[in-house]
């Protein structure tokens, strides 16, 4: 594809300019999903209802509840209630969800019993079902997609760990999504690896292959090396549509694209930023006090090296948290 | 100008690629000028040391000692001596610098006694002089430009709070900048107060006026919208060759472009990020539990609003650092 090729794609797709703004942005918050990953998702209901709240008033889209795990592979003894997302829980929190904010739930493709646990629509305060795969499971997840589709929900596509995927598995992997009734798939920086040039190679590569589809094009970028904001704006400009973030960048290892920059950036006045704010102030920064996430050196250096941070977290969890350079020898060596 | 004319300007000045790099580009270490800013340019020899040992191993080609202040207007009893950076003091340091390290030292326009302390250049191991204005002292600037440049020195002109700086009043700064002898100019964003789409502008903008002559353009974030490393990134894509930076982003507020992150994506071999991790174990960690700098919210909230970030230190230094939401919207009510 040729520079101008690529630049009347990424013009075609870009309706904000300088002080405009595109009604076709949604705002995906994954505090409680992402977030729980940091502390086996055992948030009090008064905490999420807190964030619930919040982006009701700041006018997010969408509220990812936790994970829909199979209780046969994790044990609900192990584990906080969010990693299941259990259709009481969530409604003892959200009540029958009167308010504009949309709820949604990860399912892990060949992690979850979705036959079983997810319900059907009408029997549910879920609007949609996020599947979330490896590129080799990519036959697994359309599978979920079409049971969550039959089912009634809203659905998105999740290509996880997509900065080591190549090209040729990427074509094929897009064909076959196109062909599935999806509503959305996310390029998904797991491992906080990608730069801004090659996230906006990446994006426009899906909205390429989604061309004529009704299925749109979002991204979920994590802040190794201080470029999960940046990334997010990079792809909106490229002309992706859905955006993940979590209130202060709360998520696993460096975490997040912050939802208070997200919204300090984007124009359209239904967001609002003083509710983040005051969720913050109130929760996250007592919160932060006590559990750990967010850019640090050995989440750089996991990045960096386009792997997981599982290395790092541990790491910073065990008896030398701040022995950088013994963990860059260690790394380095491993590669 | 057309987006085809853009990309011409764009490609003709971006030599590397995915696996290729730029031999011109030149990262400036502002470690000590910069961070002097939080404690009050009191770092002591051995930390001084310390940071000129470790761009030397890492392959840096300039680091900043501090500023040339005038003693007649800051007192030296209440300021450390890289408020001022008297030769002795950097020769106690770097002896005469029998490396490839190049130093510079910054001057303030309207606040440094330059023809008094910046000596002939034979009589200084400083190597460069950077000279720092706001847009209405571009005259007084471009005088001390020429009076380093006349005494031996190289010479940049660091064109401050370059957010605020209306586009007919940079084309007229511009026109003058061109007709000095100055060797670069820079784009710096002092309040962290930019986004991508506007640094990729400002930098098209500097080397469109820049054309044909020796001047080259560089570039000094602030992370205040934890965008300094992203937008330092996005300005070398673009053309800028001059990377300013600093260890562990250490610098006044929400500090800057991070040397190890920026170390971590430029390919040129000769750079070596290993003895920047070591650096920031053995001394970084340390002082961060001492000094505090780094992206926050309050940093945010000004950069957002495009304004010094002086507000947002002093709250931090007050008796409610952690009420984020009181300061809000103190700064919303006086915007």
Redesign the interface.
């Known amino acids: 594809m040729s520079?101008?090729d690529n630049?009347n794609i990424v013009r075609k797709v870009k309706g904000g300019k300088w002080v405009t703004f595109r009604p076709d942005i949604k705002i995906h918050d994954c505090t409680i999903r992402d977030g729980g990953l940091i502390n086996q998702h055992c948030f009090d209901d008064e905490f999420v209802k807190a964030v619930y709240d919040t982006l009701v008033a700041a006018g997010v889209d969408y509220m990812e509840m936790g994970y829909k795990a199979d209780k046969k592979i994790f044990s609900p003894a192990e584990f906080g209630k969010w990693k299941f997302s259990d259709e009481d829980d969530i409604r003892r929190v959200v009540g029958d969800n009167a308010t504009s904010l949309k709820l949604s739930v990860m399912a892990d493709a060949e992690r979850t019993d979705y036959h079983t646990d997810i319900l059907p629509k009408d029997h549910s305060v879920i609007d949609c079902i996020r599947v979330a795969t490896y590129i080799h499971q990519i036959p697994a997840a359309l599978d979920m997609v079409k049971d969550a589709h039959d089912k009634g929900y809203e659905t998105t596509l999740n290509l996880m760990a997509i900065s080591q995927v190549q090209d040729r598995e990427l074509t094929d992997a897009l064909d076959a999504i196109v062909q599935s009734p999806v509503n959305s798939i996310y390029v998904v920086d797991s491992f906080g690896a990608l730069?801004?040039?090659q996230i906006h190679y990446l994006i426009l590569t899906y909205l390429r292959a989604v061309e004529g589809t009704h299925i749109d094009v979002g991204i979920h970028a994590h802040?190794n090396?201080?470029?999960?904001?940046?990334?997010t704006?990079?792809a909106l400009?490229v002309g992706a549509s859905r955006l993940d973030a979590t209130i202060?960048g709360m998520g696993r290892g460096a975490g997040n694209c912050?939802l208070?920059?997200l919204i300090?950036?984007l124009k359209n006045p239904k967001f609002h930023?003083?509710p983040v704010?005051?969720c913050?102030?109130d929760h996250f920064?007592p919160l932060r006090q006590k559990i750990e996430w967010g850019?640090m050196?050995p989440y750089?250096?996991t990045g960096?090296l386009n792997t997981h941070p599982r290395t790092a977290i541990k790491m910073r969890a065990g008896d030398h948290p701040?022995?950088?350079?013994a963990f860059?020898?260690q790394m380095v060596e491993e590669e």
């Open positions: 520079q101008s630049n730069y801004s040039e802040n090396q201080e470029l999960a904001y940046a990334n704006i990079e400009i202060m912050p208070e920059l300090g950036f930023q003083r704010i005051q913050i102030r920064v850019y050196i750089m250096i960096q701040d022995d950088y350079l860059y020898d």
